[in-house]
């Protein structure tokens, strides 16, 4: 079993950074790929990013793109979202997850945190 926590969310302005950490605990695979995802009121869950177990590869949604950045420290079972330049559609609850191999696709993934809200005002 794995359990995910996710810290850092908050009320921000557009054009501000933010980070957000999600720490992992229990059992964790080499093949694990660990992943933000994103969901805004009434859409379904978006895939952000995602960093694979030793953290040489990474993935970005085009959306986010130059302005958010993955990273991972094994050493303290860390993930984290570097979200820079952050505009009002950005705002989101945002989900750590991860899944054994890789998906994009939020129904593959097998572990969930409990989200941390983003809000970018205008």
Known sequence: QVQLVESGGGLVQA???LRLSCAAS?????TYTTA???QAPGKEREFVAAINWSGTRTYYVDSVKGRFAISSDNAKNTVSLQ???LKPEDTAVYYCAAVNGYSESYSSYDYWGQGTQVTVSS
Do not use: A, H, K
Request: proline share 0%; aromatic share 22%.
């Open 15 to 17: 054009g501000v950074s």
């Open 26 to 30: 229990g059992r964790f695979l080499r």
């Open 36 to 38: 933000w995802f994103r």
């Open 83 to 85: 979200m820079n330049s």
